[in-house]
């Protein structure tokens, strides 16, 4: 007979396992840092990954086959990633398709997604999670709600050349590496719902000359370059 501490230590586990059965996903831009974001997602048994990209495959897409040169990324990962998924679905949205009852929608590139960008998303997804990687270093969140004030400056969204110079000596796959983990994580955080998370209001930065890592508060009252 269990314990009383013992199913107080298998109930949040429990919960946990559940939410991420019946999550759904998106993440969008599939680039390495969206593929290997999709592949931790996998990993942690999401229930349900929705691929979204259609830029056409190049060969010089890491972690792509060749032999899917010029296929939708979209496509190409779906079935890269739906043989090996276990217990998550993987599907790919359809070219210039509406998403609709996601749980949370991540936008993954190398670019400052624009404000309207982020506001078509936020009328898809109740929750946006922005990602990017570039030679200076990565960026995740802050966690953007559809209730959110979105402005990609005064949420703190902006490029990174406006705080960092890009390291000579960066290796980007590294740095696309490191983002996908930490980013996957904060999702897997986020769905669990045992803690608040930090990306609530916050965003994460990490500085490939230095290696440091920052939260990053912002006040969208303040120094608001939209006002």
Request: hydrophobic share 45%; with cysteine.
């Amino acid at each position: 007979m269990s314990t009383a501490p013992e199913l107080e230590s298998w109930a949040p586990a429990a919960v946990c396992q559940a939410r991420r059965r019946l999550a759904v996903v998106v993440v969008e831009g599939l680039c390495p840092a969206g593929l290997q974001i999709a592949q931790h997602l996998i990993r942690s048994r999401i229930g349900t990954l929705v691929l979204r990209d259609d830029q056409p495959v190049t060969r010089e897409d890491t972690g792509l086959r060749s032999m899917d040169a010029g296929r939708r990324r979209a496509e190409a990962a779906a079935g890269l990633l739906g043989g090996a998924s276990g217990e998550t679905a993987v599907i790919e949205a359809p070219p210039e398709s509406s998403i609709r009852g996601a749980d949370l929608h991540l936008l993954v590139g190398q670019r400052r997604a624009s404000d309207a960008m982020l506001s078509r998303r936020l009328e898809e997804s109740p929750v946006l999670l922005p990602v990017s990687v570039t030679t200076a270093g990565w960026r995740i969140g802050p966690l953007l709600h559809q209730a959110s004030l979105v402005c990609s400056h005064c949420m703190g969204i902006s490029p990174f050349n406006q705080q960092q110079t890009p390291a000579a000596d960066a290796d980007i796959t590294v740095l696309q590496a490191a983002a996908a983990a930490v980013a996957a994580q904060q999702v897997v955080i986020l769905i669990n719902g045992l803690t608040p998370g930090v990306l609530r209001g916050a965003g994460l930065m990490a500085e490939a000359a230095t290696g440091r890592i920052k939260t990053i508060q912002h006040d969208p009252r303040r120094e608001c370059v939209c006002g």
